[in-house]
């Protein structure tokens, strides 16, 4: 098992910029690989960020990419979203997940393939 909890969200104006942080516990951190998951109000889970357990290899969605960058430290076993140059539209709740995988690239954008979940935090952008 491995429990996970969101902290660092808030509100901020668009343009700004905020980390949430994602601390985990339980099984074995550094062999899980990790993603970054948002749902606004009405709408489905979609994919944000993955990382590797060794953190050497990232993904992206497109509407993020190059403004928010996911990190880890496998020593404090936590996870990071630095999100940068905000909009409106980045507002959603914001959701860690964790899944056991020997193939980083396989699934990692689709929410069935993390096994794991935190409970969210909320992400405020106002314009």
């Known amino acids: 098992q491995v429990q996970l909890v969101e902290s660092g969200g808030g509100l901020v104006q668009a343009g700004g910029s905020v980390r949430v942080s994602c601390a985990a516990s339980?099984?074995?951190?550094?062999?899980?690989?990790m993603g970054w998951f948002r749902q606004a109000p009405g709408r489905e889970r979609e994919f944000v960020a993955a990382?590797?357990?060794?953190?050497?290899?990232?993904n992206y969605a497109d509407s993020v990419k190059g403004r928010f960058t996911i990190s880890r430290d496998n020593a404090k076993n936590t996870m990071y979203l630095q999100m940068n140059s905000l909009k409106p539209e980045d507002t959603a709740v914001y959701y860690c997940a964790a899944r056991e995988t020997l193939n980083f690239y396989s699934g990692y954008y689709f929410p069935a393939s993390y096994g794991y979940w935190g409970q969210g935090t909320q992400v405020t952008v106002s314009s």
């Open positions: 990382i590797s357990w060794s953190g050497r290899s990232t």
């Open positions: 339980g099984r074995t951190f550094s062999s899980t690989s």
